[in-house]
C-alpha cells in the first residue's frame, strides 16, 4: 500500500529477555509521603524493579506521576489487609497513614493495617523468600520516661488512648516480624522512624511542619498547640530515605531508630519557620489533644554504628526545599 513497514511491536518474551531486573522490590505505601520518594531511589537504580501496592487512603498517583508507564515500575491498587500475591524479594512495609487526624479518622481500620496488613507482607514474605522491611515509629515510645530515646527503651503507651491504635498498632506490627523472624526464619528490618518532614507531605494533614508552613505561606498565625514547650526532631525526607535503603542492605534486623536528634520546642519551630518565610505571621496558643507526648528526641548512635548513617539536612536547610513544594502547589509565589 505504499505505506512505510510498521517496526513489529515486541512480545512481551522478547522485553523480558531484554530487560532482567536483578531486584525486584515491593514498596507499600508508596504512594505516600515517605513511600514516593523512596520510590524515586529505588528507580534510580537500573537493576531494581519496583512494584508499588497502595490504597491510595492518605497517598496520591499524583506522587508516583513521573514513574507511571515505566517498564521498571508497576503501581497497584491494593489495600494490605487483603492477601498480596507477588513475587519479589524485598519489601518495603510502609503501607499506613502516619498522621494523628487520619489514623484517628477510622482507628479499626488503622489498626488492621498495621496487624493484618503486616500479618499479609510477612506471609508474602515467608511464602517468596523475601526481606522485609517494616517502617515503625517513634510512637511505639509512648510518651517516654526516657530522653533521648534508644531502641532499648519499651516505652510509655496507653493501651486504650485515641493514639494506640496507631503506637499499640505499630508495636503488634514488630512483634509480628519478630516472631515471623523466630519461627519460620524470615529476613527482616524494623527501622523507628522519628518525625520526618518534606515536599508531598499532604498539606492539609494537620503535623506540625506542614500545618504551619502552609500557614506561614497563607499569612495566617500559626497555630502552636498548648504548651508549646513539647519538644520534636525533625528529619528530612532525603536523610530517611537514604537510612531505610540502608538498613534494607544491612544485616541488621534492628529495631533502629531513624531521625535527626535536633530537638525544637515547637515555640522554636514556629519561631524559625516565621524567620525564613514571613516574620509577619503571628503566633497562637490552640488547645492540644490527647496523650501528645511531651519530648521526643532519637539517640542515633546505634544507626550511626551500624548503618554509618546520621542526617546530614538540618532544619533551616530542609524548611526552604519543602517552601518551594508548598507554594507551588498552593498556588502562592514567594514575594521578594
Ligand atoms: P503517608 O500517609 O503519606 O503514607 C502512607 C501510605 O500508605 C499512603 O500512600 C496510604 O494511601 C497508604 N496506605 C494506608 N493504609 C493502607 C492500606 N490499608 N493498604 C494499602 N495502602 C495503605 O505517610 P508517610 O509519612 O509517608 O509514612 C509512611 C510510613 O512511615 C508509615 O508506616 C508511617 O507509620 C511511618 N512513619 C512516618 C513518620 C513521619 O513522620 N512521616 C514517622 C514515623 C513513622
Ligand atoms: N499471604 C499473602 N500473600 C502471600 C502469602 C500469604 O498475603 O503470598 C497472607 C495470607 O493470606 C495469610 C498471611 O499472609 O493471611 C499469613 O500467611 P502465613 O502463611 O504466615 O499464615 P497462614 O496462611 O498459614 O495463616
Ligand atoms: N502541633 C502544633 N501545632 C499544629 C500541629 C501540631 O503545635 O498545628 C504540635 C503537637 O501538639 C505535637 C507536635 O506539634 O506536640 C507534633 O505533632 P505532629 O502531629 O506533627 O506529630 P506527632 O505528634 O505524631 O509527633
Redesign the pocket.
Known amino acids: 500500500n505504499g505505506l512505510p513497514k510498521q517496526p513489529p511491536s515486541p512480545s512481551p518474551l522478547r522485553f523480558s529477555k531484554f530487560f532482567q531486573p536483578n531486584m525486584r522490590i515491593l514498596v ?8 514516593s520518594h523512596l520510590v524515586d531511589k529505588l528507580m534510580e537504580n537500573e537493576k531494581n524493579e519496583v512494584i508499588v ?8 498517583k499524583i506522587n508516583l506521576s513521573k514513574w507511571i508507564g515505566h517498564p521498571r515500575f508497576e503501581l497497584i491498587r ?4 487483603e492477601p498480596l500475591m507477588v513475587e519479589v524479594d524485598q519489601i518495603y ?7 494523628p487526624i ?1 489514623y484517628k479518622y477510622n482507628p479499626v ?1 488503622t489498626i ?2 498495621n496487624v493484618i ?1 503486616t500479618l499479609n507482607m510477612l506471609g508474602l514474605a515467608k511464602r517468596v523468600g523475601a526481606r522485609i522491611l517494616l ?5 511505639v515510645y509512648g510518651d517516654p520516661l526516657e530522653h533521648p530515646q534508644t531502641e532499648e527503651y519499651w516505652g510509655n503507651v496507653n493501651p486504650i488512648g485515641v493514639r494506640s491504635c ?1 503506637d499499640e498498632g ?1 508495636r503488634v506490627a514488630e512483634t509480628l516480624m519478630f516472631d515471623y523472624h523466630r519461627q519460620h526464619g524470615i529476613e527482616i528490618r524494623i527501622a523507628r ?5 518534606g515536599p508531598r ?2 498539606i492539609d ?1 494537620g ?1 506540625v511542619v506542614s500545618n504551619f508552613l502552609a500557614q506561614a505561606i497563607r499569612g495566617e498565625h500559626l497555630t502552636v498547640q498548648a504548651p508549646g514547650t513539647q519538644t520534636r526532631s525533625f528529619c528530612y525526607v532525603s536523610d530517611m530515605v537514604d537510612g531505610l535503603i540502608r538498613l534494607m542492605e544491612g544485616d541488621n534486623t534492628g529495631p533502629i531508630n531513624l531521625g535527626n536528634p535536633g530537638e525544637f520546642t515547637m515555640m522554636e519551630l514556629a519561631d524559625v519557620v516565621r524567620e525564613l518565610i514571613d516574620p509577619a505571621v503571628p503566633v497562637k496558643i490552640v488547645e492540644n489533644t490527647p496523650d501528645d507526648p511531651r519530648q521526643r528526641k532519637p539517640n542515633i548512635t546505634k544507626a550511626k554504628e551500624v548503618l554509618g548513617w546520621e542526617p546530614q539536612v538540618v532544619l533551616r536547610e530542609g524548611l526552604p526545599l519543602m517552601e518551594a513544594d508548598f507554594r507551588h502547589r498552593l498556588g502562592i509565589p514567594k514575594n521578594y
Open positions: 507499600t505505601g508508596g504512594a505516600g509521603f515517605i513511600g501496592a497502595d490504597n491510595f487512603f492518605t497517598g496520591s491494593h489495600d494490605v489487609t512495609h510502609l503501607a499506613c497513614p502516619a498522621s487520619f481500620k488492621k493495617t496488613g517502617t515503625s515509629t517513634s510512637e496507631y505499630k522512624i522519628f518525625n520526618t518532614y507531605m499532604n494533614d503535623r
